[in-house]
C-alpha cells in the first residue's frame, strides 16, 4: 500500500503562484508514476500532470502546459507541482496520485489506484 499526503494548498489572487508537494510513504519504491488532477465544484476530476519516476518523463495538460511545472522534489517518492500564472479557472481540490505499474497515458486517472486526500486551490479574481 502507498500513502499519499498533499500540502501547499491555499488561497491566491489572479496572476499569483502556489507551490503544491506530494510525500509517498508505505511501500513507495513500487511507484512507477505520480500525477495531479484536480476537481472544481460541480465537475468531473481532471488531469493537470503527471511524471515518471523512470526518466522523468512530463505530461501536462492543455490548459496548464505553459503555466505549471511537475517535478521530482528531490527524494523519488516526492513531488511539487509549481503553479504560476493562476487563474480563477484553477480554482479546484488538487489530488495528488500514484501508479505502481507502466502506463502509457499517464492523463488517465484509471493509471493510479493511490490517491491522497486533496488540498484545495482557490484563486480570487
Known amino acids: 500500500q502507498v500513502e499519499l499526503v498533499e500540502s501547499g494548498g491555499g488561497l491566491v489572487q489572479a496572476g499569483g503562484s502556489l507551490r503544491l508537494s506530494c510525500a509517498a510513504s508505505?511501500?513507495?519504491?513500487?511507484?512507477?508514476?505520480m500525477g495531479w488532477f484536480r476537481q472544481a465544484p460541480g465537475k468531473e476530476r481532471e488531469f493537470v500532470a503527471a511524471?515518471?519516476?523512470?526518466?522523468?518523463?512530463?505530461s501536462y495538460a492543455d490548459s496548464v502546459k505553459v503555466r505549471f511545472t511537475i517535478a521530482r522534489d528531490g527524494a523519488e517518492n516526492a513531488m511539487l507541482l509549481q503553479m504560476n500564472s493562476l487563474e480563477p479557472e484553477d480554482t479546484a481540490v488538487y489530488y495528488c496520485?500514484?501508479?505502481?505499474?507502466?502506463?502509457?497515458?499517464?492523463?488517465?486517472?484509471?493509471?493510479?489506484?493511490?490517491w491522497g486526500q486533496g488540498t484545495q486551490v482557490t484563486v480570487s479574481s
Open positions: 508505505g511501500r513507495s519504491s513500487r511507484i512507477t508514476h
Open positions: 511524471i515518471r519516476r523512470n526518466g522523468g518523463g512530463t
Open positions: 496520485a500514484a501508479g505502481d505499474r507502466t502506463v502509457y497515458y499517464l492523463s488517465r486517472s484509471s493509471g493510479y489506484p493511490y
